[in-house]
């Protein structure tokens, strides 16, 4: 984030808290509470966001070396992630070209070569088809032609992407967008080590999760002994970047900020900025450390949803302290799984009992009302009704 957006964002925080104002949208929108439960609604979600559409897989750290790989099977179409001898990422679709095995099961290690679990048709981390055993008896095979299915793969401003489909579009510059991108870039997040990371499976829809992330409107109630201590509640910043956006969350160490000189001012000491990234993506940027949170969709049952958490690290943190990891993925469940999450299983509970048809965006919720109506538009819906008042 450039030095002046930091100074302007804080600004703008500092204003907030001075004339007791939040963010605005200027009207209140419905919400239709079946987006949460209409399986056919989960389908095509799952066929347009997640099977048809790219995703961010991980961080530049998750492949820190070569050798290194990753897989991913959350968005319908299994994922090896490599990154080759010569450093270059790679992604191919994690079946074997024999009987279809899935091919690599662990979900992260090093490891230059991939022996299919079944007969063992081994294949390299550049995709090559290297060797089928027995192949006199097999009967003779182009392995030129029978390596592992190539996936378009880009790896820029310290995200990995993937194209679930071989043939897909992938153009990380139309999905950040140049600011976004130039931002991205600032923020130096190709430095960050893997730390870590973790598993929330709830009875949620995965959109409740997302909207769970929307708002500072909650702190001073759902996490009135965990963030509310060191969080200014409904209290924040909100930019859109395209279909993508960022809220900056307020600390009260934002206080100390007010007798230093700007050119000192680091936004991380004033507010966290979440990043919203396009369809499924939170990103937080904490003082020490980044977590990634990637929420998936269960296409069969529209009320629940499975979240990826994974921590980095800055290399100066770690060395300082390297133990303050434990402490940031502890408290990080403790906010988002223990609460956040448990109220969007509550409002699951709610969406499923039928008996309301639409729940309410306020004016202080822009996150929502942008979000919701980014996705609507994805699939051909029009936009949220306004409460009239
Ligand atoms: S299915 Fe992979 S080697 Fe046979
Ligand atoms: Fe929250």
């Known amino acids: 984030m450039k030095n002046e957006e930091q100074i302007r964002v804080i600004e703008l925080l500092m204003k907030h808290l001075d004339e007791g104002v939040n963010v605005d949208a200027g009207v209140q929108l419905k919400n239709p509470t079946e987006v949460y439960r209409c399986p056919d609604m989960a389908m095509r979600e799952w066929e347009t966001f997640f099977r048809n559409h790219p995703q961010v897989i991980g961080m530049s750290a998750d492949l820190p070396e070569p050798g290194t790989f990753i897989t991913c099977s959350d968005f319908g179409v299994p994922v090896l992630a490599t990154r080759d001898q010569t450093g270059a990422f790679r992604a191919f679709v994690n079946i074997c070209r024999h009987r279809g095995v899935l091919l690599e099961g662990e979900a992260r290690g090093k ?3 991939f022996a299919c679990p079944f007969h063992a048709w081994t294949y390299s981390n550049e995709g090559e088809l290297v060797a089928v055993p027995k192949e006199d008896h097999f009967g003779a095979i182009d392995k030129s032609c029978h390596g592992l299915t190539p996936l378009p793969a880009v790896e820029k401003h310290g995200f990995l992407w993937v194209h679930p489909k071989p043939d897909g579009k ?3 510059d139309e999905l950040l967008g140049q600011e976004l991108a130039e931002e991205f870039d600032a923020w130096r997040f ?5 730390v870590g990371s973790d598993t929330y499976e709830t009875k949620m829809n995965w959109k409740l999760g997302i909207d769970t992330f929307g708002e500072t409107y909650h702190f001073k109630r759902l996490h009135k002994n965990t963030l509310a201590p060191f969080m200014y509640g409904n209290v924040q910043t909100y930019d859109r970047f395209g279909r993508n956006h960022r809220m900056g969350l307020c600390f009260r160490s934002i206080d100390e900020l007010r ?3 700007r050119e000192n001012w680091d936004i991380r000491r ?3 900025p979440v990043y919203y990234l396009f369809p ?3 990103l937080n940027v ?3 450390s980044v977590v990634l949170v990637r929420i998936y969709p269960d296409p069969d049952d529209a009320g629940r949803a499975v979240s990826r958490i994974s921590f980095y690290a800055s290399p100066e943190a770690l060395k300082e302290d390297p133990d303050f990891v434990k402490t940031t993925s502890t408290t990080f469940g403790e906010v988002i799984r223990d609460e956040d999450f448990e109220i969007a299983a509550l409002s699951q509970l709610g969406v499923d009992s039928r ?4 729940v309410i965006f306020g004016r202080n919720e822009p996150a929502l009302h942008h979000y919701h109506n980014t996705y609507r538009a994805a699939l051909g819906l029009p936009p949220l009704e306004e409460v009239k008042a």
Do not use: F
């Open 190 to 194: 190709d430095r960050m080590v893997s």
């Open 170 to 172: 992938l153009d990380t």
């Open 259 to 261: 007798n230093e000189p």
């Open 355 to 358: 008996i309301h048809d639409h």
């Open 270 to 272: 004033a507010a966290l």
């Open 280 to 282: 499924n993506v939170q």
């Open 286 to 288: 904490l003082p020490r």
């Open 111 to 113: 490891r230059a070569r």
